[in-house]
């Protein structure tokens, strides 16, 4: 697999340098950890600090999102790899603004852990931090194991409802809801068509055949509920949508927020083709959409698929959704 790379070992600090180098209006590294960035813009005292992370290889996420309206701090770690509790610790101390900061990340082992230690050192230095874990992948676990359930695109919108929240001047506690909120009303699956291949191996992370796709694969290629024969595109939605909706508390006459979610080397053409036959599905089941968001959100390196999202909003996450964004690699007007 060719990659434009040159020491595949230093992947991740020379995307980091030329990130800052391109976006130095919206973000700055820290002095403490090259692994820590943060706003470059002056954010106001008594402000919730909104931290997000994980590992690299997922871009634009995570750092793709830091900026006004969403995140101000993003710790990076390795490929599909979490970050370690330093450049954590480092983005809460310089985020804080006397009210506390929310750790946003996927519930993923390492950065469980990696988290957790972080917000433990930042009670030493006397800052309150609240943690929402991501859980909206349908096809990582049942219903009533939830919890064990991975985050995959629909952190992007507990991302989004969070900054909000934050940005109108919610408390720590009140912000940490939101996000809860987001979460326990997102759900998602995706599908798989090729794999990926990390820099330092050149190998694909996982095997699939040339008619074959993965049904509920994973963003870091974790494996789905089933192997199956490529399919038209409107029976993919089908199968995924059945998942998601079967799972979701949802009636007629609801509002949702639709998230066409390309995992890197999906056209889209393809993700635009997918999206007309939720909107299709959704229309004819009587439940409206109320915002849409279609195109690359949280990827996998070149990685093959797509994943679709879908939250269930009432009118105080509406009133979230529709806040000002302004990113990088994400501008909501």
């Not at 082992?109 to 917000?119: C, E, I, L, R, T």
């Amino acid at each position: 697999m060719k990659k434009l790379i040159n020491n595949p070992e230093y992947v991740v600090e020379e995307m980091i340098d030329g990130y800052v180098k391109a976006h130095s209006s919206y973000v700055k590294r820290l002095e403490g950890n090259d692994r820590a960035l943060v706003t470059s813009k002056e954010t106001k005292e008594g402000k919730v600090g909104i931290l997000i992370g994980g590992g690299s290889g997922h871009e634009p996420a995570f750092m793709g999102y830091v900026g006004a309206g969403m995140a101000d701090g993003v710790a990076i770690g390795n490929i599909f790899a979490s970050p370690p509790p330093a450049p954590i610790l480092e983005v809460t101390k310089a985020i804080d603004k006397g009210a506390g900061v929310v750790y946003l990340y996927g519930n993923y082992a390492g950065d469980v852990m990696n988290f957790g230690m972080a917000a433990d050192l930042a009670a030493m230095e006397d800052i309150q931090v609240e943690m929402v874990l991501a859980t909206d992948d349908v096809a990582s676990a049942p219903k009533e194991e939830k919890d064990k359930r991975r985050g995959i695109a629909g952190e992007f919108l507990v991302y989004k409802m969070a900054g909000a929240a934050a940005d109108f001047g919610y408390d720590l506690k009140e912000v940490a809801r939101v996000a809860r909120k987001a979460n326990e009303n997102t759900r998602s699956m995706g599908v798989g068509l090729s794999s990926c291949s990390l820099p330092q191996t050149g190998e694909p992370s996982f095997i699939l055949g040339d008619d074959e796709m993965e049904v509920g694969l994973g963003h870091h290629g974790e494996p789905g509920i089933r192997k199956a024969p490529v399919d038209k595109a409107d029976n993919v939605v089908d199968e995924l949508l059945d998942n998601i909706l079967g799972d979701m508390e949802i009636n007629k006459g609801d509002d949702v927020v639709v998230l066409v979610n390309g995992l890197g080397s999906t056209p889209l053409m393809e993700l635009y083709i997918m999206f007309r036959r939720v909107d299709e599905v959704l229309k004819e089941k009587g439940i409206n959409i109320y915002r849409s968001y279609v195109g690359e959100y949280i990827t996998s390196l070149e990685m093959g698929g797509a994943s679709i999202t879908v939250t269930k909003v009432d009118d105080e996450m509406k009133k979230m959704v529709d806040h000002p964004v302004d990113c990088p690699m994400f501008v909501q007007r």
